[in-house]
């Protein structure tokens, strides 16, 4: 992969009703969901298609025994990085924890775990496909509609987070922007790029948690289709910086998202 260890390369959906989140997300964003795991196989994994035919993400269907065990809707991202096994020694030893020991499948090695804060991440070292040494994923795109446009991280102690990500991920932290009581609002640049910020978790938020922000063409559009199809806006649309407009909401199988997008109107 060309991209600089610690990049988002991947986004995961999991969630409790495949269907139902298909359905949503394909109207909302414009994507489509493919694929379906054969019967008997471990788990159900579904593929998340553009319109341009690139994979942004995958879909992990929940099972009882998973959701008995704590797992709930949510949405999950894959951090690149050039070892596996050395980046769970390493986060663990920093205090984080694994959820998901490495597994291996064609397309690489990964495996699940929190930060020492308790937000979950993926950690991946991706095989490129046949014949295409130089690949590398464009699932995050700073301006193109369909995909993770932005990164954010609501942290419970944003210091620690930034020492913790800068030391595990090459992160950077070359501006900020603050916001009164809530506190600044730190950028995330990496490999020369912004990818994301993070900030002070918010108190009403339970806990902290990674936010991505997926990319439409028409910010008023897909926010009507949001409450249209029964997920809940939870604030927004809200302008930001650059001009473009943001909404948090909540996938009616419960999985916090974002979306950001222009005012078409």
């Known amino acids: 992969m060309t991209k600089p260890a610690g990049r988002f390369i991947w986004y995961e959906l999991m969630t409790t009703d495949p269907q139902g989140a298909a359905d949503f997300y394909e109207a909302v964003v414009g994507w489509t969901i493919v694929g379906q795991t054969e019967p008997g196989a471990p788990v ?19 099972t009882d025994q998973m959701v008995a065990n704590g797992a709930r809707p949510c949405w999950l991202g894959y951090l690149h990085v050039a070892d596996v096994d050395a980046a769970v020694s390493a986060i663990v030893a920093d205090g984080g924890k694994v959820l998901m020991p490495k597994m291996t499948i064609p397309e690489g090695s990964f495996a699940l775990l929190t930060d020492p804060q308790g937000v979950p991440i993926y950690v991946m070292t991706p095989v490129p496909p046949p014949g295409q040494p130089a690949a590398a994923s464009d699932a995050f795109d700073g301006m193109t509609p369909q995909h993770v446009s932005w990164n954010e991280l609501l942290a419970p102690d944003l210091d620690a987070a930034k020492a913790f990500y800068a030391k595990h991920f090459n992160f950077e932290f070359n501006s900020s922007m603050p916001m009164g009581p809530m506190g600044d609002y730190c950028f995330v640049d990496h490999g020369g790029d912004t990818i994301g910020a993070m900030m002070r978790k918010p108190p009403e938020v339970p806990v902290g948690l990674w936010n991505y922000y997926i990319r439409v063409a028409d910010i008023e559009a897909a926010t009507a289709t949001v409450r249209d199809l029964g997920g809940q806006v939870l604030a927004g649309p809200m302008e930001v910086p650059g001009g473009d407009w943001v909404i948090n909401g909540v996938d009616p199988q419960g999985a916090a998202f974002s979306l950001v997008g222009a005012r078409q109107g």
């Open 44 to 62: 159900d994994y579904r593929h998340i298609v553009r319109a341009d035919g690139g994979h942004n993400g995958g879909m992990l269907v929940l």
